[in-house]
């Protein structure tokens, strides 16, 4: 006779087990998706960080060149008088108050190599060739040659520039010709989107050129000749270095942070004027 088999009874989950896995899976799928999210927040910040440092590096790297050039050009003013209405090689700004308080500017005199001569140049002749003329009769008039013989431009045609007055020495092809400017260094508002930013002005009609984003702070300081540092020289002829002292700030507020929830990095650096009291 054979056994009698018995088969056990297959069940499925009830619905209160259902239910209570349901419910522990969205607890691990939320938690899970909140820290997914305070990740991504964190490398946001951390990438406006590194943006904000490379912005104030990059700002203060490019204004230290041109100040450290200041003056460069020989007896500028002996030659001009003035250079659209400059009349000092440094000219300072305290508390400018372009953004937000206590925020300066600087303007600097300086010769800047634009192009070179195409043909050799005699004593006594008013014509030069160039390889690229951007000169002309208004705020482009002021030309330098070798980085120390000053003339006015009288006309332009083309690449010839005529001057105002003869050359007082022979000038050999491929000498530089520099554009002598005054190029102002200054904080501004942009509306769209609304944010401070760091600009520079040539003074040639062009206006603001944007530099760096997000810069909220711009301060200059100066050492005289006689050692003295001040914020606003009586005297511009003495400046003898100076210091750039920037801040930035991050494109997007921090919600972690107190206040107003932007995170800032200040930088400074010193710069000796090479061309002034010579």
């Known amino acids: 006779m054979m056994g009698k088999r018995t088969f056990g009874k297959n069940e499925g989950f009830s619905l209160i087990e259902l239910l209570i896995v349901l419910v522990i899976s969205s607890i691990l799928v939320a938690a899970l998706y909140r820290t997914l999210i305070g990740q991504q927040k964190t490398y946001t910040i951390e990438d406006q960080v590194v943006d904000m440092q490379q912005n104030v590096r990059l700002s203060i790297s490019q204004m230290i060149k041109k100040i450290r050039m200041a003056g460069y050009g020989g007896k500028i003013f002996n030659s001009f008088g003035n250079v659209n209405g400059f009349t000092n090689i440094i000219t300072p700004m305290h508390n400018a108050n372009n953004v937000g308080t206590g925020?300066?500017?600087?303007?600097?005199?300086?010769?800047?190599?634009?192009?070179?001569?195409t043909q050799n140049a005699a004593k006594g002749?008013?014509?030069?060739?160039?390889?690229?003329?951007?000169?002309?009769?208004?705020?482009?008039?002021?030309?330098?040659?070798?980085?120390?013989?000053?003339?006015?431009?009288?006309?332009v045609s083309g690449n010839t520039v005529t001057l105002a007055s003869p050359l007082g020495e022979d000038h050999l092809m491929n000498e530089p010709v520099s554009l002598v400017k005054a190029i102002t260094y200054k904080l501004q508002w942009n509306t769209t989107p609304t944010m401070p930013v760091l600009v520079e002005d040539e003074n040639t009609g062009a206006g603001n050129q944007v530099m760096a984003e997000n810069i909220e702070e711009l301060g200059f300081h100066y050492t005289l000749l006689n050692g003295t540092v001040t914020d606003s020289p009586t005297d511009p002829s003495t400046i003898r270095m100076v210091q750039v002292d920037l801040t930035a700030r991050t494109k997007t507020p921090d919600p972690t942070i107190s206040g107003d929830g932007y995170r800032r990095r200040r930088l400074y650096s010193f710069v000796k004027v090479r061309n002034l009291g010579l």
Do not use: E
């Open 103 to 117: 925020d300066d500017s600087i303007t600097i005199i300086v010769a800047d190599d634009i192009s070179v001569l």
């Open 125 to 155: 002749s008013s014509l030069l060739y160039l390889s690229d003329a951007v000169f002309d009769t208004g705020k482009k008039k002021y030309l330098c040659l070798n980085g120390q013989n000053n003339y006015l431009v009288q006309s």
